[in-house]
C-alpha cells in the first residue's frame, strides 16, 4: 500500500524574465507557494510511535525549509545571461534557465535530488506563482 503526503510552504522571491516581450522582463516579485507531495509505504512496526506514519511531517518541513526555502526565499532568481546577473549587494541567484514556473519546479526537484530516505520518493511538486496559476511536475 503506497500513501501520499503534501507540505505547503510560502517565500517570496523576484525574478526577471530575460528578453521577454512582455512585462516579465523587469524584476519583479511572486509570493509563491510550494506544495510537495511524497509517496511511501507507512510504517508497519505496531512498536513503533511512527506506526503508520509515510514520513514525519516535522522531517518534511525540515528537509524543504532546508534545501529549498531557505535558498530561494527573498532572493532575485536570474538567467546567468541577463543583465541583471551582476547586480551586487542582493540575494542574487543566476541560474542557467529562464526561471520561469516550471524550470523553478525542476529546479527544486534536483535540489531534494537523493535526501528523501528509504523508499520514500517525490511524487509531484506544484508551484504557484499566483492563486490563479500554477505550475505541476509528477515525478512517476
Ligand atoms: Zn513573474
Not at 15 to 32: E, F, M, P, S, V
Amino acid at each position: 500500500m503506497k500513501l501520499r503526503l503534501t507540505k505547503h510552504f510560502e517565500f517570496q522571491m523576484a525574478h526577471a524574465l530575460t528578453g521577454y516581450d512582455g512585462k516579465c522582463q523587469n524584476i519583479h516579485g511572486h509570493n509563491y507557494k510550494l506544495l510537495v507531495t511524497v509517496e511511501g509505504t507507512p510504517i508497519a512496526d505496531s512498536h513503533s510511535a511512527k506506526q503508520g506514519m509515510v514520513m514525519d511531517f516535522g522531517t518534511l518541513k525540515e528537509l524543504v525549509e532546508e534545501v529549498i526555502i531557505n535558498k530561494v526565499d527573498h532572493a532575485l532568481v536570474v538567467n546567468k545571461h541577463s543583465t541583471f546577473a551582476t547586480l551586487k549587494d542582493t540575494k542574487l541567484l543566476t541560474v542557467p534557465f529562464q526561471p520561469t514556473s516550471e524550470n523553478l519546479l525542476l529546479w527544486f526537484a534536483e535540489m531534494l535530488g537523493d535526501h528523501l530516505q528509504g523508499d520514500v520518493h517525490l511524487h509531484a511538486l506544484r508551484l504557484y506563482e499566483t492563486d490563479s496559476s500554477c505550475a505541476e511536475l509528477i515525478c512517476d
